[in-house]
C-alpha cells in the first residue's frame, strides 16, 4: 500500500499501576474496532471514525444481511446508507446484490483502482452487481440520482475520469460531497 503501515495486529501496552504500597502490571491491549480505526491512522486517512460509529449487525427489518456489507477482513463496520439502500432495492422492485458495502481501510488498499479515501472506508458507499447488464446500469443508475441523493460512479472512463465502474457494478454514494465520484 505505497508506503503506508498496516498492523498485523493489536497494538498492546504494558502499565504499571501503583497504589500505596501496591504494584501491579497491566496489560491494555487493542480491542477488534480499534484495531480497524488504527488502520485510519496508520494510513493516513482523512476522517478517523469514532467507535459508536461502528455496527456488528443491520437494523431491525432490513433487507440486507450484515455478511452483505461488511468487510471480508473484519467483524465490525461502518454503514450509514441503510435507508438509501432499501429505498434504492423498493423503487427497483426485485433483491438487488451487494458486491462491497464497507471496507476497512486495509481491504480498500488491496483493491486496485479504489480511492484512497474512498467513501466505502466512510459507509457512504455500495457497489451493486449488475452482472454486466447495461440495461440494469442505466436503471439502478437512474433510480439513484432520481432519488435525489445519490452520486453514481460514471460507467466509462474519459479524459480526467479516473474511477469508473464499467457495466459489472454500479458504484452508488450517498451523504457527503461525492468528490471523490469518478476522480
Not at 478517523?48 to 456488528?56: A, D, G, H, L, T
Not at 461488511?70 to 423498493?90: C, G, H, N, R, Y
Not at 484512497?116 to 447488464?133: L, Q
Amino acid at each position: 500500500m505505497d508506503g503506508e503501515l498496516i498492523r498485523s495486529g493489536p497494538l498492546s501496552y504494558q502499565v504499571t499501576v501503583s497504589i500505596g504500597s501496591n504494584q501491579d502490571m497491566v496489560t491494555i491491549t487493542q480491542d477488534s474496532i480499534d484495531v480497524i480505526r488504527q488502520q485510519y491512522i496508520d494510513t493516513g486517512k482523512n476522517e478517523r471514525p469514532v467507535r459508536s460509529q461502528f455496527i456488528n449487525s443491520v437494523p431491525a427489518g432490513s433487507s440486507f444481511s450484515f455478511a452483505q456489507i461488511k468487510s471480508p477482513d473484519a467483524d465490525w463496520a461502518i454503514f450509514t446508507v441503510f435507508d438509501d439502500l432499501e429505498l434504492l432495492q423498493t423503487l427497483y422492485g426485485s433483491p438487488l446484490t451487494i458486491e462491497s458495502g464497507y471496507r476497512t481501510p486495509a481491504r480498500n488498499g488491496d483493491i486496485t483502482l479504489s480511492g484512497r479515501n474512498s467513501a466505502h472506508i466512510y459507509g457512504n458507499a455500495v457497489d451493486i452487481n449488475t452482472f454486466g447488464n447495461d440495461s440494469l446500469w442505466d436503471q439502478l443508475h437512474d433510480l439513484a440520482v432520481n432519488a435525489g441523493r445519490g452520486c453514481v460512479e460514471p460507467k466509462t472512463c474519459s479524459a480526467g475520469v479516473q474511477f469508473c465502474s464499467g457495466t459489472g457494478h454500479i458504484h452508488i454514494e450517498w451523504g457527503g460531497s461525492c468528490q471523490n465520484v469518478g476522480e
